[in-house]
């Protein structure tokens, strides 16, 4: 008699993105995080787009390959010598995965950015790196009104993908959170937004529609902030100034000089708005104790 194997059925990998997932896709995207430039177009921040795909997909479950970056021209300025003006194109590829880290789709796309009257090595720097982030958010755009998408269509926010015919059927995890849903009479298929409690955006770098690069055109970094500042209406967006005013002295952008110019704008107003805050809440206290009075009358 012949010997027999049995081959033990081998547990098939999951595949697909989650309900939620496809749920969020589908959300309009929040006003806080749509930029509009001075001639009013609508576009998300590089760090933005980044942070909202880390947001919807998991951190490691998407990556970004760099296809093609070449040098266009450089070209040294004949009225402003030790000036340049570069141009760098850049072709990106966005890999994403579903939660088990199957790819799911790639997209790709690309751009040629240019950085006028700097020095040669920073318009290299700047051409190069703003080619590369415009690249990656326009590879993006696919994923949907998310990722900017509607702004496309005049700066809607509205959803312009309001639904979808393909569905992923819920997993285990998904269907015992359901029925724990219903057992406790709180069942739905909303998850909360992951976009809601994103503070307002605010643009200090080179962002696409909105970031002159030659340094004879626009305002410089110095006054973008300032301006930024001095549009400031809550403690939050002061703290996303901050993490991005942060971010370009890490980054080597801002002098010493620049630095305290900024530090004398921003703690003012920082104070101020704590000030505001202060008086708003102990106005709510005596109100709040007021009440009792009022009803005893």
């Known amino acids: 008699m012949l010997a027999t194997t049995t081959k033990l059925a081998r547990k098939l990998r999951p595949r697909g993105f989650l309900r939620k997932q496809i749920r969020q896709l589908l959300k309009p995207i929040a006003p806080e995080r749509v930029m509009r430039d001075g001639k009013g177009h609508s576009h998300i921040t590089q760090q933005d787009n980044l942070a909202h795909l880390n947001r919807v997909f998991g951190f490691g479950n ?5 296809l093609r970056l070449d040098l266009v021209f450089e070209q040294e300025r004949t009225d402003k010598p030790g000036r340049w003006d570069v141009c760098y194109r850049a072709v990106v590829r966005l890999t994403v995965k579903d939660p088990y880290g199957n790819v799911m789709c790639h997209y790709e796309n690309g751009t040629a950015e240019t950085a006028q009257n700097q020095t040669r090595g920073d318009a290299h720097e700047l051409a190069m790196k ?10 993006s755009i696919p994923l949907g009104d998310q990722f900017g998408l509607s702004l496309y269509n005049k700066g ?63 305002p410089s970094l110095l006054s973008r902030i300032i301006v930024a500042i001095s549009g400031a209406t809550s403690l939050d967006q002061m703290t996303a100034i901050g993490n991005q005013i942060d971010a370009e002295i890490a980054a080597g952008h801002v002098s010493k000089a620049d630095e305290q110019a900024i530090g004398a704008v921003f703690m003012p107003k920082r104070e101020l708005l704590l000030a505001v805050r202060d008086t708003a809440h102990r106005a709510n206290q005596v109100a709040q104790a007021a009440e009792p009075m009022k009803a005893g009358v």
């Open 62 to 66: 998407w990556d970004t390959d760099l």
């Open 130 to 139: 703003s080619a590369i982030s415009v690249a990656t958010k326009r590879a």
């Open 156 to 218: 809607q926010t509205s959803a312009l993908v309001d639904g979808t015919l393909v569905w992923p059927d819920p997993t285990p995890e998904e269907i015992a959170a359901h029925q724990a849903a219903q057992a406790g009479g709180t069942a739905s298929e909303e998850p909360e937004d992951i976009q809601a409690n994103v503070p307002q955006q605010v643009s200090l770098g080179y962002d696409e529609t909105d970031r002159p690069l030659n340094a004879d055109t626009g």
